[in-house]
């Protein structure tokens, strides 16, 4: 299984660490956005479906954090990391509505990493756009994918750091104006 590590603890070491943050975490990253979920209300059993809480009940969840997956290639040549529901992907996305083998994440001979749909699976978007399965497409900075109701996000290195960078400048202006009250 490949590592992950919440977005928050991210944040916070990179507060820490400062410069060397970005020697400990060179990668690209794939973040699962925020959200809180729960099953809808149907009355069935073993609905295959999640969806977001109903608006009353929002304001009484806490914040979501989210989940980022470190893009670490197994080799120089290439690397192939499954993404899906089941327990022996490389990254495990639990959730109902993502199969259990969904897409498969691979880095091309120059370094680029790719998205495959995996056939049979529940369609996969990139950037709003179906996948066709078996096809690897590109992954470009800042690209969106959509597996159900889960939504990830694709980060170089360069953009992972800015949007740490964003979230630490942001945690720290906070501190600082509760302490100042």
Same mark, same amino acid.
């Not at 956005?33 to 009353?56: F, H, I, K, M, Y």
């Given at each position: 299984?490949?590592?992950?590590? @919440?977005?928050?603890?991210?944040?916070?070491?990179?507060?820490?660490?400062?410069?060397? *943050?970005?020697?400990?975490?060179?990668?690209?990253?794939?973040?699962?956005?925020?959200?809180?979920?729960?099953?809808?209300?149907?009355?069935?059993?073993?609905?295959?479906?999640?969806?977001?809480?109903?608006?009353?009940?929002? /304001?009484?969840?806490?914040?979501?954090?989210?989940?980022?997956?470190? @893009?670490?290639?197994?080799?120089?040549?290439?690397?192939?990391?499954?993404?899906?529901?089941?327990?022996?992907?490389? *990254?495990?996305?639990? /959730?109902?509505?993502?199969?259990?083998?969904?897409?498969?994440?691979?880095?091309?001979?120059?370094?680029?990493?790719?998205?495959?749909?995996?056939?049979?699976?529940?369609?996969?978007?990139?950037?709003?756009?179906?996948?066709?399965?078996?096809?690897?497409?590109?992954?470009?900075?800042?690209?969106?994918?959509?597996?159900? /109701?889960?939504?990830?996000?694709?980060?170089?290195?360069?953009?992972?750091?800015?949007?740490? /960078?964003?979230?630490?400048?942001?945690?720290?202006?906070?501190?600082?104006?509760?302490?100042?009250?």
């Amino acid at each position: 299984m490949a590592r992950s590590l @919440l977005l928050s603890l991210l944040v916070r070491q990179h507060l820490v660490l400062k410069e060397k *943050f970005r020697a400990r975490y060179p990668h690209p990253w794939l973040v699962w956005e925020a959200g809180a979920w729960n099953v809808p209300e149907t009355g069935r059993q073993n609905v295959a479906a999640t969806q977001l809480p109903v608006s009353d009940l929002r /304001d009484c969840l806490p914040a979501g954090d989210a989940l980022c997956f470190e @893009l670490v290639a197994i080799s120089e040549t290439a690397s192939v990391l499954p993404l899906g529901r089941a327990s022996h992907n490389a *990254f495990v996305i639990n /959730d109902a509505t993502v199969s259990r083998e969904h897409l498969v994440l691979r880095t091309s001979p120059y370094g680029q990493w790719m998205v495959e749909a995996v056939p049979k699976s529940t369609p996969v978007k990139l950037d709003g756009v179906e996948l066709e399965p078996g096809r690897p497409t590109p992954l470009m900075p800042g690209a969106r994918l959509e597996l159900g /109701d889960v939504r990830l996000t694709f980060h170089d290195a360069a953009g992972f750091y800015a949007r740490i /960078d964003r979230l630490g400048a942001s945690l720290s202006s906070r501190v600082a104006a509760a302490q100042a009250s």
